[in-house]
């Protein structure tokens, strides 16, 4: 499968995860990543999926109804003696990888800059050409799998907000940040580029605190992307691909947020975000994993500027 069909077998994912939210008629989330863990991850190893494949993992896991959010691939399950169900189907994990060429003879030296590299040797003396690319592999669910060792099959307690009450790591993220809001009785929330501020309705008109949060983390997701901060594209027209970019980065970066805290987060229910989403994403087949990245990223900023992020990574 090359870097082209990898690209096609992702978007089709997310537009059959639109389409689905769609045809309930918003009533659900089409992006859930809370439940047995707050990210994808392998269960032997420990390492927590990046970017794109959280979002294809925890659709799949919400999408087959999997008790966990844990997986292996299949040697990882094979040395285990796991045998997997009848009819299971595999997963795909994408990750990015590269060649290098010398330019003046075109030869492919891959394996020799990896070994200068890996040797802590300098290539800055060889005229190189790199060229990026996708490749993948393969995992499956632990629900999936049976005759795993007991302790794969142990489920974790998540805590969830159930009234609107503050949330203590949420409040230290937001006021960690340096994010200034202004709030007021309104019918909308929304981030201005010109006076770096959000202006959010007031607490009490939310329905929850996760649909507080949910929102107000979708506006810090714009703000992220200040020319003093992460610098992304300004003043979008409205039904752009710019504008439908930004607007998903932003979707994502609230789901994220979410998930680290350990409460569910669903994608806000906006008819015409996800019709501009779906329209442009049939056109452009990196879209959404250049999304999930720079909402990744945004994340990232924002964590970093409290001690919540430490805290919940040594959990």
Request: proline share 2%.
């Given at each position: 499968?090359?870097?082209?069909?990898?690209?096609?077998?992702?978007?089709?994912?997310?537009?059959?995860?639109?389409?689905?939210?769609?045809?309930?008629?918003?009533?659900?989330?089409?992006?859930?990543?809370?439940?047995?863990?707050?990210?994808?991850?392998?269960?032997?190893?420990?390492?927590?999926?990046?970017?794109?494949?959280?979002l294809l993992l925890n659709y799949l896991k919400q999408k087959y109804h999997y008790k966990f959010n844990r997986w292996l691939t299949f040697k990882q399950l094979s040395e285990l003696n796991g045998k997997i169900q009848k009819g299971s189907k595999a997963a795909m994990v994408v990750f990015k990888s590269c060649l290098y060429f010398d330019v003046e003879s075109e030869r492919n030296i891959t394996k020799l800059v990896e070994h200068m590299q890996k040797s802590n040797q300098s290539t800055e003396h060889l005229n190189l050409k790199k060229v990026s690319y996708l490749k993948y592999f393969h995992v499956f669910n632990v629900s999936q799998v049976d005759n795993l060792p007991e302790e794969y099959y142990k489920v974790q307690e998540i805590e969830k907000l159930?009234?609107?009450?503050?949330?203590?790591?949420?409040?230290?993220?937001?006021?960690?940040?340096?994010?200034?809001?202004?709030?007021?009785?309104?019918?909308?929330?929304?981030?201005?580029?010109?006076?770096?501020?959000?202006?959010?309705?007031?607490?009490?008109?939310?329905?929850?605190?996760?649909?507080?949060?949910?929102?107000?983390?979708?506006?810090?997701?714009?703000?992220?992307?200040n020319p003093s901060r992460l610098n992304r594209p300004q003043n979008n027209k409205f039904g752009s691909k710019d504008y439908a970019f930004e607007e998903l980065i932003a979707e994502i970066n609230a789901a994220y947020l979410s998930a680290m805290l350990r409460y569910e987060s669903r994608i806000t229910n906006n008819v015409s975000y996800i019709d501009n989403w779906l329209s442009v994403m049939k056109n452009d087949k990196k879209f959404i994993i250049q999304a999930s990245s720079q909402a990744q990223q945004s994340a990232d900023y924002i964590l970093d500027k409290s001690k919540v992020f430490e805290e919940v990574k040594a959990e």
């Open positions: 499968m090359n870097t082209k069909d990898i690209y096609d077998k992702i978007t089709s994912i997310i537009i059959e995860m639109l389409e689905t939210h769609k045809a309930n008629n918003y009533s659900q989330s089409w992006y859930n990543i809370s439940g047995d863990s707050v990210f994808a991850k392998n269960i032997v190893s420990n390492h927590v999926y990046n970017g794109i494949n959280q159930t009234e609107f009450e503050r949330d203590e790591r949420a409040e230290l993220v937001i006021n960690g940040s340096g994010v200034v809001i202004e709030y007021a009785p309104s019918n909308d929330a929304l981030y201005n580029w010109a006076k770096d501020k959000i202006y959010m309705p007031e607490r009490k008109q939310f329905v929850s605190a996760e649909a507080f949060y949910n929102v107000l983390f979708h506006e810090m997701g714009h703000w992220t992307g």
